[in-house]
């Protein structure tokens, strides 16, 4: 059915991410197919990592105990972004590529009023990806 499931991740929000990372394990295990966990980091320090070698190492570790809780290969993908709040888009779209992934699953959060006025990352996917693209909320 599917390759290689990619799941985005924001490691300052993990504890948002329940739902969505559920279903992505659910898939996999069910599928016998392998997820990526990737992140989107700035160069700069942020309040995850102080550099993007450690946000690597921290998504890394993420990524291989989620592996180890559900029972599946589990790998992970780090991307560098001078702005990842204007680059995030393209940033996921390119990994969808580099990562081989032929299924998204991604969290997002009840549209409110923001939505009108700026656009959601996972609408954004969902609209544009060549892939499948599952929205979580």
Not at 48 to 66: G, I, M, S, T, Y
């Amino acid at each position: 059915m599917y390759a290689k499931i990619m799941v985005p991740v924001d490691l300052a929000h993990v504890d948002r991410l329940t739902k969505a990372i559920d279903t992505a394990t659910d898939l996999a295990k069910r599928y016998q197919i392998p997820v990526c966990f990737v992140g989107v980091t700035p160069s700069a320090p942020s309040p995850v990592a102080h550099n993007p070698q450690e946000f690597a190492r921290k998504l890394d570790a993420f990524a291989q105990a989620q592996g180890a809780e559900h029972g599946l290969d589990a790998g992970s993908a780090a991307y560098i972004s001078d702005d990842p709040a204007v680059d995030l888009d393209r940033t996921l779209m390119d990994a969808i590529a580099e990562q081989g992934a032929d299924l998204v699953v991604m969290a997002s959060h009840i549209p409110g009023l923001p939505e009108y006025l700026f656009h959601s990352n996972a609408g954004h996917l969902a609209a544009h990806a060549k892939v499948s693209v599952f929205v979580v909320r």
